[in-house]
């Protein structure tokens, strides 16, 4: 007997014996309903067999990282061949990310202002926002310091073979310097509507916790009160979410010019101070934040860096730190920060907390300084680290801010302010590298935070339960 007739012989033995278990009992047999039931279960089970549809099911949206990557080589592949047409590129390509990038700085103020006063009003509670304000602050404060003398070290390393290029007829000028009291006294608006109408996070941090800090106050009154924010806050992460989809667009116009103007060429000469900061901020990553994610926020560094590789593209692209806010987000709280930390902790970094900008005024001020043929001293180095950390505090995550708090820096030990036209025009490169390393650190503040407060919260718990 062949095979053919081997199955024949099979289904027709399964088939009598489904024949001959029709309920007989009117009992068993089923009501129209139950066959309706039986017959869409069958329907649905064909479905999914059917090869297309189950494939059309398993055709997922391929995830906004992958997107975004694939746009950045993309990008750089077109900036390459555009190099000839880079007018091109500045003209008709640059306008669509400059689109997108308005469209993100337009959300930022209401999102920083909504989310930390959501968060604010999540913890419910002022002494708590206190601890976790304080535990934020010093963890920003400390791995600033860190950044900036990892900088030094690294330049202090690599200067001498950094090119000694001249500086006679350089200028440049000091478009805004704040000493460190002007700073503090920024913080505090004078304006309902200015911070918002100006981007001026610090005062909308302010703003944000005095109007939170008076709705807890207000006891059961402020309930409303309560709804209505969280309602706004829910409303701009929708439109964030929105805009976010444009990302890889986005990532593609930004970066596409900056390749095209640049190329390979100007990185040739500067390429021992660029590579210096990038070992730099690699090292910092790698070393200050895999070490304080794993001890004090108890997270394997792997997961942490694989979790937030989304907002690290994003940044290397945007160089802005707090257009990279919102995908910063969505990073934290996919690996499992809470809500109303991560919306507390973040836009204050994004303001105040710049690892990846600090490590840049470390190396590009031994090499401004090696230029002009000056050595500095340790007493100089430390003034180094003290005025880069202060000097972050006071200036905003968006792109080309670094220069601004390098004039600072410069000033501070009696360096010529004009040293900076050296490492101006390649700004933007150390910009991305920079910002990527800026936004890991608010990123890394919020996962030890997360997990200490989630600790502390379970000891209460535990010690309630016990009383
Ligand atoms: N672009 C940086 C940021 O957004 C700031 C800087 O220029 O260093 O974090």
């Not at 070290?153 to 805004?176: D, H, M, Q, R, W």
């Not at 964030?240 to 103007?261: E, Q, R, T």
Request: hydrophobic letters at 50%; aromatic letters at 8%.
């Amino acid at each position: 007997m062949g095979k053919k007739d081997e199955r024949f012989r099979e289904t027709l033995k399964e088939e009598v014996s489904e024949a001959e278990n029709v309920p007989t009992n009117p009992s068993e047999v089923p009501t129209a309903a139950e066959a309706v039931d039986t017959a869409q279960e069958a329907l649905q089970k064909g479905l999914e067999a059917m090869p297309e549809e189950g494939q059309k099911r398993k055709r997922k949206k391929m995830p906004l990282a992958s997107q975004i990557f694939i746009a950045m080589i993309l990008a750089i592949i077109a900036g390459l061949l555009l190099q000839p047409h880079a007018a091109f590129a500045d003209n008709y390509i640059h306008p669509f990310g400059t689109i997108f990038l308005n469209l993100i700085k337009f959300i930022i103020a209401p999102i920083v202002l909504f989310s930390i006063m959501a968060g604010v009003l999540s913890l419910s509670d002022i002494k708590k926002v206190g601890i976790i304000g304080g535990t934020t602050i010093i963890y920003y404060l400390f791995t600033t310091a860190f950044a900036t003398t990892i900088g030094l070290i690294f330049a202090n390393i690599f200067k001498p073979f950094f090119p000694l290029l001249s500086t006679s007829g350089l200028s440049y000028e000091v478009t805004e310097s704040t000493s460190v009291m002007d700073t503090i006294v920024n913080i505090f608006p004078s304006n309902f509507l200015t911070p918002i109408t100006q981007s001026n996070m610090l005062q909308v941090i302010v703003m944000a916790l005095i109007i939170g800090f008076a709705i807890i106050l207000l006891g059961k009154k402020g309930e409303p009160a309560v709804k209505a924010i969280n309602l706004c806050n829910d409303i701009f992460m929708k439109c964030m979410d929105m805009i976010l989809k444009l990302s890889p667009i986005g990532v593609f116009c930004l970066l596409c010019p900056v390749i095209a103007d640049n190329g390979p060429a100007i990185i040739g000469s500067f390429a021992i101070v660029l590579l210096t900061a990038y070992i730099a901020y690699i090292v910092h990553m790698g070393v200050i934040y895999s070490t304080t994610v794993r001890t004090l926020g108890h997270m394997s560094p792997l997961k942490f860096f694989k979790g937030m590789m989304p907002a690290m593209m994003f940044a290397f692209s945007s160089a802005s730190s707090v257009g990279t806010l919102p995908l910063n987000m969505d990073c934290c709280e996919k690996m499992g920060a809470s809500k109303e930390v991560a919306s507390f902790v973040l836009p204050l970094g994004a303001t105040i907390n710049m690892d990846g900008t600090a490590i840049y005024q470390g190396v590009c001020t031994i090499f401004i300084a090696a230029c002009y043929g000056i050595t500095l001293t340790p007493q100089q180095m430390v003034t180094i680290v003290l005025t880069a950390t202060l000097a972050s505090i006071g200036t905003a995550g968006v792109p080309g801010a670094g220069p601004i708090m390098l004039a600072m820096v410069l000033q501070s030990v009696g360096l010529p302010v004009e040293g900076i036209a050296l490492v101006y025009g390649i700004d933007r490169i150390f910009d991305m590298g920079r910002t990527t390393v800026n936004i890991t650190g608010d990123a890394s503040c919020t996962m030890i935070v997360s997990y200490l407060q989630k600790r502390r919260e379970k000891k209460s718990a535990a010690r309630m339960a016990n009383v």
